[in-house]
């Protein structure tokens, strides 16, 4: 079992730019969801998906989107990127309560 | 509104001490209190869990505390070791609201050998 993985582990954009950041998990989890990660912040949920087809909106999901078409994967994109989504961007599958979190992406927006 | 309040921000032990991190919480629907460690440039791990039903739960060095009337839950690590060092978050989520998790802002663990 792989887990949880996440693509790429660093990128730099500069403003405006959009793109896609990638998250896959092979434990059949229908939960999946991306948090957000800033100095003293803890963890902020962007969006979230209980299954395949089905999404929503956590606590800061202004510039970003997500769909879910298969059950593994659960791309997170950026719209036009701003140098305010400067962070470190986690993944994470759920099941029974406990959350399986990838390596996370360190983005830099310039 | 913040819902779960971690304290402190950073903490630092000697080899051997006891670690105490503290959380409350607000909602009164939160049934899963977990705490998470985190390793520098890694994600977050499940460190150890409890629901509302029981009032500690230990796991080797590591044991939660939980305080369902004031609402609050603690982590406490024994014999901490400089290896325990790592910024710990709790958690708490709920069924009812499609069991997102509510994080606390983090505790940055720092034992000295």
């Known amino acids: 079992n792989a887990g949880v993985t996440q693509t790429p582990k660093f990128q730099v954009l500069k403003t405006g730019q959009s793109m896609t950041l990638q998250c896959a998990q092979d434990m059949n989890h229908e939960y999946m969801s991306w948090y957000r990660q800033d100095p003293g912040m803890g963890l902020r949920l962007i969006h979230y998906s209980v299954g395949a087809g089905i999404t929503d909106q956590g606590e800061v999901p202004n510039g970003y989107n997500v769909s879910r078409s298969t059950t593994e994967d659960f791309p997170l994109r950026l719209l036009s990127a701003a140098p305010s989504q400067t962070s470190v961007y986690f993944c994470?599958?759920?099941?029974?309560?406990?959350?399986?979190f990838g390596p996370g992406t360190r983005l830099t927006v310039l | 509104q913040q819902q779960v309040k971690q304290s402190p921000q950073s903490l630092i032990v000697q080899k051997g001490g006891i670690s105490i991190i503290n959380c409350a919480y607000e909602?009164?629907?939160?049934?899963?209190f977990p705490w998470y460690q985190q390793f520098p440039g890694k994600g977050p791990a499940l460190l150890i869990a409890i629901r509302p039903d029981v009032s500690e739960k230990k796991e080797g060095r590591f044991t939660i505390s939980f305080n369902k009337s004031a609402k609050q839950f603690s982590l406490h690590i024994m014999d901490s070791q400089p290896g325990d060092s790592a910024t710990y978050f709790c958690?708490?989520?709920?069924?009812?609201?499609?069991?997102?998790?509510?994080f606390g802002d983090g505790t940055t663990l720092t034992v000295k050998p």
């Open positions: 994470a599958s759920r099941q029974l309560g406990e959350q399986f």
């Open positions: 909602n009164t629907a939160f049934d899963y």
């Open positions: 958690a708490a989520s709920s069924n009812t609201n499609a069991g997102k998790s509510t």
